[in-house]
């Protein structure tokens, strides 16, 4: 049976002052799974996120994980852009282990040598999704991933990323109910979370 990467039990979370985001939110993710975080603006995904990665303070219910790894929506800014690719990768794996990655990812060499905004968008997402792996990840946190990139590049890189689920978990925090329903196995709602009665769970929930 494929491992647990994920693990959120009874969440219930709200900002200071604010009405509950989630109300006893249960979810699993296994490895080889992708499930998809849908919701309108201000349903609560980056929230989410935040409180995965432990960057909120957690007062109900409990999550726990393996070993996280980060792609964010705008590659520009995962980058430093005054400094080559490859050295922003170096710090976390030795080039050598980079270079396995390369094919897979559509990569060539010579494009880490490059500086950020001398690649497209796509191109430089590939490169985040690359630094992201090679912290080799049980579970990868994508916040709208492909949303800054053209159509087909969009749909490249979301292949590219599902080809890694052998080895990882994926939550893909996405606005584009179309690319949802192409890459998860499980869609996830956070708007209905506050039109249904409090106390639902929502984990395993089929759009
Ligand atoms: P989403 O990513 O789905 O757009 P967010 O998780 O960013 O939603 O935000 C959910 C709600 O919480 C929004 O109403 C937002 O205004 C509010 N919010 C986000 N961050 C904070 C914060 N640091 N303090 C107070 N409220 C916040
Ligand atoms: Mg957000």
């Known amino acids: 049976m494929a491992e647990t990467v994920l693990k959120i039990d009874d969440l219930r979370f709200a900002y200071e002052g ?13 490895r ?36 996280l790894g980060w792609v964010f929506q705008d590659p520009y800014s995962s980058f430093h852009p005054s400094y080559r690719i490859v050295d922003q990768i170096a710090d976390v794996a030795p080039t050598q282990k980079m270079q396995e990655y390369l094919p897979d ?3 060539e060499r010579s494009l880490l040598q490059k500086l950020p905004h001398e690649l497209s968008g796509g191109q430089l997402q590939r490169c985040s999704i690359l630094r992201a792996l ?8 994508c916040d709208e991933p492909t949303s800054a990139l053209d159509n087909l590049t ?19 925090i996405t606005h584009d109910l179309d690319l ?3 890459a998860a196995d ?11 009665d409090a106390g639902k769970n929502h984990s395993g929930r089929v759009a």
């Open 180 to 182: 949802a329903r192409w």
């Open 32 to 67: 080889g799974e992708c499930v998809a975080i849908v919701g309108p603006s201000g349903s609560g995904k980056s929230t989410l996120f935040e409180l995965i990665a432990g960057n909120l303070p957690l007062r109900r219910g409990t999550i726990r994980h393996g070993r």
């Open 186 to 196: 499980r869609i996830v709602d956070l708007a209905k979370e506050e039109y249904d």
């Open 154 to 172: 969009q749909l490249e890189t979301m292949k590219l990323l599902i080809r890694f689920l052998d080895r990882l978990g994926i939550l893909l």
């Open 105 to 107: 990812l559509g990569l």
């Open 134 to 141: 090679l912290m080799e990840p049980e579970l990868l946190l």
């Open 18 to 30: 604010k009405e509950a985001l989630y109300t006893d939110f249960s979810l699993e993710v296994k």
